[in-house]
T-cell receptor, first 115, second 111 residues
Framework: AQSVTQLDSHVSVSEGTPVLLRCNYS??????LFWYVQHPNKGLQLLLK??????LVKGINGFEAEFKKSETSFHLTKPSAHMSDAAEYFC?????????????FGSGTRLQVQP | DAGVIQSPRHEVTEMGQEVTLRCKPI?????LFWYRQTMMRGLELLIY????????DSGMPEDRFSAKMPNASFSTLKIQPSEPRDSAVYFC?????????FGPGTRLTVL
């Protein structure tokens, strides 16, 4: 079985300050982990993915995430927030290893960026 | 590539009517997924296909929901009869690896 928990439903930061969106996962297998972003009334866009290569993963728009097996975490960070980063972010675990390729989504974290 | 294409983008219907949502995956992708997104339940997998064959439909809520994939370039999700609680955004995604590409979604409102 696998699951993912996003620890914050809402995060608010000021423009230019760092962003931290927290995610913990549970998986019986070596997981593949993803962060997706969803802007209002839009579809989901892949930010970055971890698939058992380097533990520090760099994605688009300056985001990165670090896979920490000992902490079962995959937190998303960005050094300096932009107004355009305001969106909902989903941490996702893949069923790879179970024969099940479908994704399990976290409940989402809504990021607000204040001017 | 145009990406995953879904139609219609918006659908408003009355309770009891049949609703058909359509999806065209990215060419060359061999897996297709249908998800539903609501405020209450977030994103949920409904069903997925691999090489046009349904692999896991455990997320399909009831017999009112059915999905088909007659060929590699087309899939439908049908709700018959529709109910107000089916109102949601329905996403289709396709994949040929562990990365999924999502369509823009269909926003369904059942009155």
């Amino acid at each position: 079985a696998q699951s993912v928990t996003q620890l914050d439903s809402h995060v608010s930061v000021s423009e230019g300050t760092p962003v931290l969106l927290r995610c913990n996962y549970s998986s019986s297998y070596s997981p593949s982990l993803f962060w997706y972003v969803q802007h209002p009334n839009k579809g989901l866009q892949l930010l970055l993915k971890y698939t058992s290569a380097a533990t520090l993963v760099k994605g688009i728009n300056g985001f990165e995430a670090e896979f920490k097996k000992s902490e079962t975490s995959f937190h998303l960070t960005k050094p300096s927030a932009h107004m355009s980063d305001a969106a909902e972010y989903f941490c996702v675990v893949s069923g790879a290893g179970t024969g099940r390729r479908a994704l399990t989504f976290g409940s989402g974290t809504r990021l607000q960026v204040q001017p | 590539d145009a990406g995953v294409i879904q139609s219609p983008r918006h659908e408003v219907t009355e309770m009891g009517q049949e609703v058909t949502l359509r999806c065209k995956p990215i060419s060359g992708h061999n897996s297709l997924f249908w998800y539903r997104q609501t405020m209450m339940r977030g994103l949920e997998l409904l069903i997925y296909f691999n090489n046009n064959v349904p692999i896991d439909d455990s997320g399909m809520p009831e017999d009112r929901f059915s999905a088909k994939m007659p060929n590699a370039s087309f899939s439908t999700l049908k709700i018959q009869p529709s109910e107000p609680r089916d109102s949601a955004v329905y996403f289709c995604a396709s994949s040929n690896s562990n990365e999924q590409f999502f369509g823009p979604g269909t926003r369904l409102t059942v009155l």
